[in-house]
């Protein structure tokens, strides 16, 4: 019940940046974290950065760990993907993701299996 719109995607040269937004509405309460998730041409998603909403703790793949930065904005129900030193090899769409089902146990947030709600993705294509 938990509907994700991203945005922000688009053509940049190796190098730049862009921050990705994605506004999360329905029922919005249930949301335990949000992440984003890529996939590039010919394969598998793969895991990119997480955020709790609770506590704001952060997890990075180490693809992108110091070049990007997850950051969310609790009034608006939005989370941000800024994304810096842009790198041919970050060319995929863009999913945002959250979690919204309740575990007894520890959620990875590296899996995906623990995301319900995806947005739609948007592309984000680095030149060289």
């Known amino acids: 019940q938990v509907q994700l719109v991203e945005s922000g995607g688009g053509l940049v040269q190796a190098g730049g940046s862009l921050r990705l937004s994605c506004a999360a509405s329905g029922r919005t309460f249930s949301t335990h974290a949000m992440g984003w998730f890529r996939q590039a041409p010919g394969k598998e998603r793969e895991f990119v950065t997480a955020i709790t909403w609770s506590d704001g703790n952060t997890y990075y793949a180490d693809s992108v760990k110091g070049r990007f930065t997850i950051y969310k904005d609790n009034a608006k129900n939005t989370v941000y993907l800024q994304m810096n030193s842009l790198k041919p090899e970050d060319t995929a769409v863009y999913y945002c993701?959250?979690?919204?089902?309740?575990?007894?146990?520890?959620?990875?947030?590296?899996?995906?299996?623990?995301?319900?709600?995806w947005g739609q993705g948007t592309q984000v294509t680095v030149s060289s």
């Open positions: 993701a959250a979690v919204t089902v309740s575990y007894l146990g520890r959620i990875l947030y590296t899996r995906e299996v623990y995301y319900d709600a």
